[in-house]
């Protein structure tokens, strides 16, 4: 089982400049969640898809942020004229079911740098 | 409204000394509490739950947890800390049925030789 992954592991972007991330939920998990990691903010809940569909996205930011799921091997978090205060660790997370049981298997996450 | 309270931010200790990290959780339903620990630079990884049952929980590398309803805590435990088990530990909180967890601020762990 090679977990959660996310790429890239590290990304730095101008200012204005579009950043798109990946998450390879782990095989079989049906739900996938996004979070955001600042030192000032902690952990954030941004979006979560169960079975490739969109549930809530109610903490993605209305602009510039987007997140998809095509297949269920895949999730992408695009934000688009970045800005420094996007600067994150932008964390993705599995699990089995709509994640009622609450564990959720993490990725490494990726870290954002906007200049 | 559910919520979690970490009230130390951060927390030194000796190693081999003993080591109890405090987590308040406020539930309207049966909660599932879990415990995940962030090494530097990596994702949040799974120490222990608690859905039901001995309130007290076994987890990895010898950490445990007390579940107590009365005080709506669930503290974590270790007997004799490792300097490798320096980093930041949250307490998080789930509730039957729903999907979103809530996290905890986090306690950063600091083991000092």
């Known amino acids: 089982n090679a977990g959660v992954i996310q790429t890239p592991r590290h990304k730095v972007t101008g200012k204005g400049q579009e950043a798109t991330l990946w998450c390879e939920p782990i095989s079989g998990h049906s739900a996938v969640f996004w979070y955001r990691q600042t030192i000032v903010q902690g952990l954030e809940f941004l979006t979560y898809?169960?079975?490739?569909?969109?549930?809530?996205d109610s903490g993605m930011p209305k602009e510039r942020f987007s997140a998809q799921m095509p297949n269920q091997s895949h999730s992408t978090l695009k934000i688009q004229s970045t800005q420094p205060q996007d600067s994150a660790v932008y964390l993705c997370?599995?699990?089995?079911?709509?994640?009622?049981?609450?564990?959720?298997?993490f990725g490494e996450g990726s870290k954002l740098t906007v200049l | 409204a559910q919520s979690v309270t970490q009230p130390d931010a951060r927390v030194t200790v000796s190693e081999g000394a003993s080591l109890q990290l405090r987590c308040k959780y406020s539930?309207?339903?049966?909660?599932?509490l879990f415990w995940y620990v962030q090494y530097p630079r990596q994702g949040l990884q799974l120490l222990l739950k608690?859905?039901?049952?001995?309130?007290v929980v076994q987890g990895v590398n010898g950490f445990e947890a007390e579940f107590s309803k009365s005080n709506s805590s669930f503290h974590l435990r270790k007997a004799s800390v490792h300097w490798s088990d320096s980093a930041v530990y949250f307490c998080v909180l789930s509730r039957t049925g729903g999907y979103k967890v809530v996290f905890g601020s986090g306690t950063r762990l600091l083991v000092s030789p």
């Open positions: 539930s309207s339903g049966t909660p599932y």
């Open positions: 608690y859905y039901s049952g001995d309130p």
């Open positions: 997370a599995s699990s089995l079911g709509g994640g009622n049981t609450g564990q959720l298997y």
């Open positions: 898809f169960r079975n490739q569909a969109p549930i809530d």
